[in-house]
């Protein structure tokens, strides 16, 4: 009996912690490529889940097709905000784009107050309640689809980096800004580019893990705060170590919360930031070199 | 022929008809502070709560007001901690200088904002249950919600006599309110033989409960009770519990059942049981007026927060109307405590700590509505 209940604590880890992954490796490639630290991460999160809400409940299309066109709109509006809020001050000091970053998620938390009302919703799928019994463990539908989507997402992202043209430019613009450019790589467009992925990313992950929960526009401070943990363990710009990283999150969270104390659960996430930083700063899992 | 008197006569006259009608339009509003948690995590309650105290407001204002003058709403946010609520009483008292205030929405702000009114202003406490609000209160104090040990005593009866538990796991809210439930309930369920399987505390913030859920379902127990202020992490708890393969009985807490809990947890809540003051298919004439007005300024439905709110202007309109003075707090305070109350939610006392003595209703959610139950 306390062996089934501790493989259902790595189970609930193990969902969470893709739900994590997939948060953070759109913030680890914002950081590798465009060297941002974006705090309005969370808030593509946030918008993601929104817009698929809206999707469904007003134009009735159903949540698998809502998913898309949400993530699609979303890195939309992700162009339009490195271009207005980034891309003038990419010449400044790292920490005047951070506060620049800072400043866009206040304002997309509070814009989406204002727009879409205080009051919670639920975003409905068919997958959210139903559960799978796997032996004498239960998951829902919903979490499965978190980390089937999240491990293909994490494969196909680093596939394209390695593979792709445009991958490797994005590799070449994170190792060497100049060097790049000297090459002949429009860097403002691979920065673009990179941008609307990774906001399309944050928002695919606020779509398939907004339903497991009750939406309120303050879930973008959540998913962020989440995702920078990840990121710090992993180590900034690295995809594997996002992976690593959020996987590993979400099990010492289950576990700690389940056999220490609840209180814990929360506190596991920045105790782990803390010593990761003194211990290992460059990340548990980053293979180091070009990175900071 | 105009003589001079005529002139006297009719020019007095015209002074005081303008200054009569000059004082009937320059008498000014009532104003009430509502201190309620307006952003973070207990905003939609709130919002719901507010809008309870505004639709009274514009029903009463309708019939010509208290006293001749219009009662005034001034919002306040506290955010739903203590210290904000503590720093919004004491802007309302001192630098708005405000008649009345209505606020203590959660227990915690409650129990810290009292000290800010003490002897001061008439302070009315709305939905925080934490006895120690009235038992250490003040002459000016008043707390409409039934305490947590009056629902539990109600409720752990239903419990006892008619749902056939043996045994109840608790999932808590980690604060004042929480502990206290759960130390209630042992007592009380523990006196009619069901075992307390165990629980888990949960934080103000937390939006997943996977973790905590999984050791309450390993624990077997018959029922589940779920104590949850706030909707929106209410709604996330039943659902997660029925996500988790749980098959029992789910227990919502005492007076946390609204209609939009109801929207968001789906399946989860159909034919749970809770307790309230306030049941949407009531016949009582002044609910059903509140209703309507509340129907045609929000949309929101009416919930029982709403009616906490609502009932609070009520009732001060009431004793100010009986005292004759808005800011002379001793008699308002004797006005409210002297005599019975015909309000929306029933007719209702104050007892001397200023305690109200409501009338406590089950109520079971069937086919996705709050209903009356036996």
Excluded at chain 1, 153 to 182: C, D, H, S, V
Excluded at chain 2, 183 to 203: H, P, Q, R, T
Excluded at chain 2, 284 to 309: C, H, R, T, V
Aim: aromatic residues 10%.
């Amino acid at each position: 009996m306390e062996i089934v209940v501790f493989a259902q604590q790595v189970v609930n880890g193990l969902a969470n912690g893709m739900g994590y992954v997939l948060i953070a490796v759109g913030l680890t490639l914002v950081f590798g490529v465009l060297r941002i630290v974006n705090f309005a991460h969370g808030e593509f999160y946030m918008l993601g889940a929104y817009f698929t809400y809206y999707v469904t409940s007003l134009a009735g299309i159903d949540y698998l097709g809502a998913l898309v066109i949400a993530t699609v709109a979303v890195a939309a509006i992700g162009v339009f905000a490195n271009q207005f809020f980034f891309r003038p001050l990419r010449k400044e000091h790292e920490f005047t784009i951070l506060l620049s970053s800072l400043g866009l998620a206040l304002l997309m938390a509070n814009g989406a107050e204002y727009l879409f009302g205080a009051d919670p919703k639920y975003v409905n799928t068919r997958y959210a309640d139903e559960t799978v019994d796997i032996g004498p463990l239960v998951v829902t539908q919903q979490r499965l689809l978190v980390i089937a989507v999240a491990l293909v997402m994490i494969a196909g992202t680093y596939w394209f980096i390695r593979f792709t043209r445009m991958g490797k430019m994005m590799q070449a613009t994170a190792q060497n800004p100049e060097g790049a450019a000297l090459t002949g790589i429009n860097t403002g467009f691979v920065h673009a580019y990179t941008f609307a992925f990774a906001c399309g990313l944050a928002a695919l992950s606020g779509a398939l893990v907004g339903p497991t929960a009750m939406l309120t526009h303050t879930v973008g401070d959540w998913a962020v705060l989440k995702g920078f943990i990840v990121v710090v363990m992993g180590g900034l710009g690295s995809i594997t170590g996002a992976l690593f990283g959020g996987v590993l999150l979400g099990i010492a969270e289950s576990l700690g919360g389940g056999y220490i104390s609840l209180g814990f659960k929360e506190a596991i996430g920045y105790a782990i930031i803390i010593l990761v930083l003194l211990w290992r700063p460059q990340g548990l899992f980053s293979v180091g070199s070009g990175r900071r | 022929m105009i003589t001079r008197r005529t002139l006297a006569l009719t020019a007095a006259a015209i002074a005081l008809g303008a200054a009569g009608s000059a004082l009937a339009q320059d008498k000014p509003p009532i104003r009430i502070a509502a201190i309620g948690p307006l952003s973070g995590a207990g905003a939609f309650d709130g919002q719901l709560a507010i809008e309870g105290m505004q639709a009274m407001a514009a029903v009463i204002n309708a019939k010509g007001g208290v006293l001749g003058r219009k009662i005034e709403l001034i919002t306040y946010d506290d955010k739903g901690v203590p210290e904000e609520g503590v720093s919004a009483a004491k802007r309302a008292l001192e630098q708005d200088k405000v008649d009345l205030i209505v606020g203590g929405w959660f227990s915690a702000v409650a129990l810290a904002q009292k000290e800010v009114t003490r002897d001061k202003i008439i302070n009315i406490m709305t939905s925080s249950q934490h006895p120690k609000v009235t038992d250490e209160g003040h002459k000016y104090l008043f707390r409409l919600n039934a305490t947590s040990t009056m629902m539990s005593d109600r409720y752990a009866k239903f419990i006892c006599d008619k749902m056939k538990v043996k045994s109840v796991s608790f999932i808590t809210i980690n604060d004042d309110y929480g502990r206290l439930e759960v130390d209630n309930y042992k007592k009380l369920l523990g006196a009619c033989n069901i075992e307390v399987k165990g629980n888990e505390f949960y934080n103000r913030n937390d939006t997943d409960f996977t973790t905590a859920l999984t050791k309450l379902r390993s624990q077997n127990a018959d029922a589940i009770y779920v104590s949850a202020i706030n909707t929106s992490q209410g709604a996330t708890i039943y659902r997660q519990i029925r996500q988790s393969g749980y098959k029992g009985t789910i227990i919502a807490s005492a007076g946390n059942m609204n209609p939009k809990l109801v929207e968001l947890s789906g399946p989860a809540l159909e034919g749970v049981y809770s307790v309230s003051l306030f049941a949407p298919d009531t016949t009582n004439a002044s609910a059903k007026a509140w209703m309507a007005q509340y129907g045609k300024m929000f949309k929101n439905e009416p919930s029982f927060i709403g009616s906490l709110g609502a009932q609070s202007v009520e009732v001060l309109a009431g004793a100010i109307e009986k005292a004759g003075d808005a800011r002379n707090y001793d008699k308002i305070a004797a006005a409210l405590k002297g005599q019975k109350w015909n309000t929306l939610l029933g007719e209702i006392t104050f007892d001397t700590k200023g305690q109200a003595l409501q009338n406590i209703y089950l109520v079971q959610v069937k086919d996705k509505k709050i209903v009356t139950a036996n």
